[in-house]
């Protein structure tokens, strides 16, 4: 007994080497600005979970719906969550008694010593039992490890699903925006082709010139250039849409046009929200917790394994005469480190440098969420003046056009004056349109920068 004192103590004295834990590193730490750039109030709205019906297009909320149940980057991420799932239960299961049956028997025939042959049986069955005490919490770490890893990839599945949100979304309106643009170029290549066949009406007839005959056809062949590319693009992103709903390429239906969608007002949130309400750093918060763990485990692991161990059965042989035998054991192990190269100070230093990883990996998360948020708002409020100063500029552009397409009519100012108008008609149709595209998709930004409504779980469930 006092033998296995002594060891004990050695061992508990030897394990002393692991040294003191290794704090994080501060320069890791983040702290929430005080207010963001934009200007907003002072207010800490909620985000609907499903703020795509904001914008008033039951087609768009059928189609994220769809992808939802569709598609394969949220079946990979799921499959990831079942994954995990199992690995915390494996951890979890080592810190339970383990209990095995083992049983065995055989037959045999040899020859004794004076010739005279033997056949003997025999049969064991014994049941085995063992529990590892844990004391210093190896397996325990580990299990914590293990669990904080489910969640983080319980949270990085909800990151995919915003992803994949936001990309049907986005998809959608550039498609909107691409049918506006073809509307826009077929109206005015119909345009031009009245034209064309007004002045070359009047070349024929002597009241125009062969220049004027020129310059509308060009102007024509230009607008009809035009639509290929912008028909070739909507192919692909019915395409691509296709892809994120979970099918073959195909075409896409529609709903409301571009300039029907509804623009809605995201709820301003304060600094401190984004930090509890994005899946992205809750699933690198809980990496980090994770890491914690591992670094627990691993400095647990300098110190003494003790287990318990019993077993018990019956033996029945040939050599026996009277009924089976009953047998037991009960035994105990203390398993202490001594001497191993350094590789548990190794694997402790590793644990440490991949907290320390984590923790640095969350601050430039936390940094980059900061910097989308202010990016979304300020392009949200931007692209909104732009499009209201758009629509002013193509206010008057449509009038200065209908003014310089009648004079042309009743002989008081060139063609090229009509062109010059509907060039910069055309221009301006086009960039309201891209305008209109950018305001929705930058509020697409801001819904999955601000995490989407989506709010963490209650780790027990």
């Known amino acids: 007994m006092r033998c296995g004192t002594t060891v004990l103590v050695a061992a508990l004295a030897l394990s002393a080497c692991a040294g003191p834990r290794p704090p994080a590193p501060p320069s890791a730490m983040v702290t929430p600005p005080d207010a963001w ?3 907003q109030p002072d207010t800490d709205g909620s985000i609907d979970v499903r703020w795509w019906l904001g914008f008033a297009d039951p087609v768009l909320g059928a189609l994220i719906d769809e992808a939802l149940a569709n598609n394969e980057d949220i079946e990979i991420a799921a499959a990831r969550v079942e994954e995990a799932r199992a ?59 293990a669990k904080a890893a489910l969640l983080g990839s319980d949270y990085s599945r909800e990151t ?25 170029l077929s109206k005015t290549r119909d345009a031009r ?36 590319p912008v028909e070739l693009a909507i192919t692909r992103l019915e395409n691509g849409l296709s892809v994120l709903l979970g099918h073959p390429p195909a075409e896409i239906r529609r709903g409301i046009a571009l300039s029907e969608l509804t623009i809605p007002t995201v709820p301003a949130q304060l600094t401190s929200s984004v930090l509890r309400r994005r899946p992205d750093l809750a699933a690198s918060e809980q990496q980090i917790v994770a890491a914690e763990r591992s670094l627990d485990s691993a400095r647990a692991a300098f110190m003494p394994n003790i287990s318990l161990s019993a ?35 190794a694997q402790a230093a590793g644990a440490a440098a991949r907290r320390d990883q984590a923790a640095f990996a969350y601050r430039k998360a936390v940094l980059n969420a900061f910097r989308e948020v202010e990016d979304a708002m300020a392009s949200v409020r931007r692209f909104g003046e ?44 086009l960039a309201l349109v891209q305008a209109r595209s950018d305001r929705l998709t930058t509020a697409i930004g801001l819904y999955q920068a601000l995490g989407g409504g989506w709010e963490p779980r209650d780790p027990k469930e």
Do not use: C, M
Not at 160 to 184: F, K, M, P, T
Not at 211 to 222: I, K, V
Not at 312 to 334: E, K, R
């Open 311 to 345: 077993s018990g059965g019956f033996v029945a042989s040939s050599l026996l005469p009277d009924d089976p035998l009953s047998v037991f054991s009960l035994g105990g192990s203390i398993l202490a480190p001594i001497f191993n190269g350094g590789r548990l100070k």
């Open 193 to 228: 082709a009245a034209t064309l066949r007004l002045i070359r009406r009047r070349a024929e007839a002597g009241y125009g010139s062969q220049l004027d005959l020129s310059q509308a056809e060009a102007e024509y062949e230009t607008a009809a250039q035009a639509i290929p």
């Open 160 to 184: 995919v699903r915003l992803a994949v949100v936001s990309a049907v979304a986005n998809g959608y309106v550039q498609l909107r925006a691409s049918d506006a643009r073809l509307e826009v």
């Open 386 to 429: 732009q499009e209201q100063a758009l629509a002013r500029q193509h206010a008057a552009l449509a009038r200065t056009q209908y003014l310089a397409a009648r004079r042309y009519r009743e002989g008081y100012s060139p063609y090229l004056e009509q062109l010059d108008a509907e060039r910069s008609l055309l221009s301006s149709e």
């Open 37 to 39: 750039r934009a200007e």
């Open 87 to 145: 690995q915390f239960a494996f951890s979890r299961g080592a810190q339970l008694p383990a209990i095995q049956a083992v049983g065995g028997g055989g037959r045999s025939r040899s020859v004794n010593p004076f010739g005279i042959d033997i056949e003997q049986w025999a049969v064991q069955t014994e049941v085995q039992a063992s529990f590892d005490l844990d004391l210093f919490g190896r397996l325990k770490n580990s299990t914590a490890a």
